[in-house]
């Protein structure tokens, strides 16, 4: 079993910066692929942006140049930036881990990015 706790959600006000982390714990393999999904109120949850364990990025179209995903292999953390926050990123954002040895995949428990107008 896999363990994700993310931290550093809040209020922000447009064009503002927020930094999101994730800690996993548990039985995690150097092949994991780390993501950041998000759900907006009324809709279904999309993926923000993902990385590989060698370090291979993508993003969601609307927030490429403006996040960064990162990830510490040695320590087993991801972290998302995000710049120039949009009223429209406002969601619960959620860290996820799939393992490709098995197939299994991993939610954390979300927290919620609120960017005013």
């Known amino acids: 079993q896999v363990q994700l706790v993310e931290s550093g959600g809040g209020l922000v006000q447009s064009g503002g910066s927020l930094r999101l982390s994730c800690a996993a714990s548990g039985s995690i393999f150097s092949s994991d692929r780390m993501a950041w999904y998000r759900q907006a109120p009324g809709k279904q949850r999309e993926l923000v942006a993902a990385?590989?364990?060698?370090?291979?990025?993508n993003y969601k179209d609307s927030v490429k140049g403006r996040f960064t995903i990162s990830r510490d292999n040695a320590k087993n953390t991801a972290a998302l930036q995000m710049n120039s926050l949009k009223p429209e990123d406002t969601a619960v954002y959620y860290c996820?881990?799939?393992?490709?040895?098995?197939?299994?995949?991993?939610w954390g428990q979300g927290t919620q990015v609120t960017v005013s107008s």
């Open positions: 990385i590989s364990s060698g370090g291979s990025t």
């Open positions: 996820n881990l799939f393992q490709f040895l098995g197939g299994q995949e991993f």
